[in-house]
């Protein structure tokens, strides 16, 4: 049974940071492209970052350009999402998902696997 288990969000004032967790079994994870995904109320879920298998090629929506970086341990099953310089925009429930390819991907539909999410509320 694939498990995909978000940690880290929580509330933090505008123009800090934090570090999402993901940590994922049941699945062969180094053969997996994980990637971020956020929901804010009253919105379609949206692609934030994206790594690849081997952690070499990362792809990130605009928006967080410069402030959010993904990393992966492939010896913990584990990836990350570093979010820096945090706005009140970027609140939202945040889901890691893994796909079943090599490359980092933003669309949404290649994903197999989805966490049930974090939520991260940035106050202003």
């Known amino acids: 049974q694939v498990q995909l288990v978000e940690s880290g969000g929580g509330l933090v004032q505008a123009g800090g940071s934090l570090r999402l967790s993901c940590a994922a079994s049941?699945?062969?994870?180094?053969?997996?492209?994980m990637g971020w995904f956020r929901q804010a109320p009253g919105r379609e879920r949206e692609f934030v970052i994206a790594?690849?298998?081997?952690?070499?090629?990362?792809y990130r929506a605009g928006s967080v350009k410069g402030r959010f970086t993904i990393s992966r341990d492939n010896a913990k099953n584990t990836v990350y999402l570093q979010m820096n310089s945090l706005k009140p925009e970027d609140t939202a429930l945040y889901y890691c998902?893994?796909?079943?390819?090599?490359?980092?991907?933003?669309?949404?539909?290649?994903?197999?696997?989805w966490g049930q999410g974090t939520q991260v509320t940035v106050s202003s």
């Open positions: 998902a893994a796909r079943p390819l090599a490359t980092a991907s933003p669309r949404e539909y290649e994903y197999d696997y």
């Open positions: 049941g699945l062969a994870f180094s053969r997996y492209a």
């Open positions: 790594i690849s298998w081997s952690g070499d090629i990362t």
